[in-house]
Antibody, heavy 120, light 107 residues
Framework: QVTLKESGPALVKPTQTLTLTCTFS??????????VSWIRQPPGKALEWLAR???????FYSSSLKTRLTISKDTSKNQVVLTMTNMDPVDTATYYC????????????WGQGTLVTVSS | EIVMTQSPATLSVSPGERATLSCRAS??????LAWYQQKPGQAPRLLIY???TRATGIPARFSGSGSGREFTLTISSLQSEDFAIYYC?????????FGQGTKLEIK
């Protein structure tokens, strides 16, 4: 059974750096073709893909946010970490991690999401 | 970046009736199109991938069709639990992009 769960601060101040952790089970990110992505959703708005990390440590980022994002993995802990620098109130959103289809780029399994509010 | 446009923004349908949701891509995405269902306070759930393949555990009343730029999600006989927001997502061309969603509400 595949499960993912996001964790991190619920509140960050403008200009701070956000660090989110996705802890998963039911698969290994060292297995070929496994990938995990981060997606966010501002309140009442649509979904936005942010970043992806692959089993072979390849990394991909949203063009509009790539200067602010870093994704990494700790295979031994079954965790994927996303950092986003210089947070702004417009970054207020629910942040999801998701395991992608094996060899395919749809989002198969999702975490429950974590709401991050950016406010002073 | 490929823009995904969903229509209508809101669809009002009575339980037991058929619902048809549309998704259009700004350029061809072949059949690399997924549909998700999202209920309030929940994460999205994968319904359809490959434009027409139901994900594991998805009822047969959900069906997807289309290829290229035009796609449709059909729910053949709406159940109370189907009223939600539906998103399409293309994964043919990086970066992945989602539509703005269609809210399916009870008429």
């Amino acid at each position: 059974q595949v499960t993912l769960k996001e964790s991190g601060p619920a509140l960050v101040k403008p200009t701070q750096t956000l660090t989110l952790t996705c802890t998963f089970s039911g698969f290994s990110l060292s297995t070929a073709r496994m990938r995990v992505s981060w997606i966010r959703q501002p309140p009442g708005k649509a979904l936005e893909w942010l970043a992806r990390i692959d089993w072979d440590d390849d990394k991909f980022y949203s063009s509009s946010l790539k200067t602010r994002l870093t994704i990494s993995k700790d295979t031994s802990k079954n965790q994927v970490v996303l950092t986003m620098t210089n947070m702004d109130p417009v970054d207020t959103a629910t942040y999801y991690c998701a395991r992608m289809g094996v060899g395919w780029d749809y989002f198969h399994y999702w975490g429950q999401g974590t709401l991050v509010t950016v406010s002073s | 970046e490929i823009v995904m446009t969903q229509s209508p923004a809101t669809l009002s349908v009575s339980p037991g009736e058929r619902a048809t949701l549309s998704c259009r891509a700004s350029q061809s995405v072949s059949n690399n199109l997924a549909w998700y269902q999202q209920k309030p306070g929940q994460a999205p759930r994968l319904l359809i991938y490959g434009a027409s393949t139901r994900a594991t555990g998805i009822p047969a009343r959900f069906s997807g069709s289309g290829s290229g730029r035009e796609f449709t999600l059909t729910i053949s006989s709406l159940q109370s639990e189907d009223f939600a927001i539906y998103y399409c997502q293309q994964y043919n061309t990086w970066p992945y992009t989602f539509g703005q969603g269609t809210k399916l509400e009870i008429k």
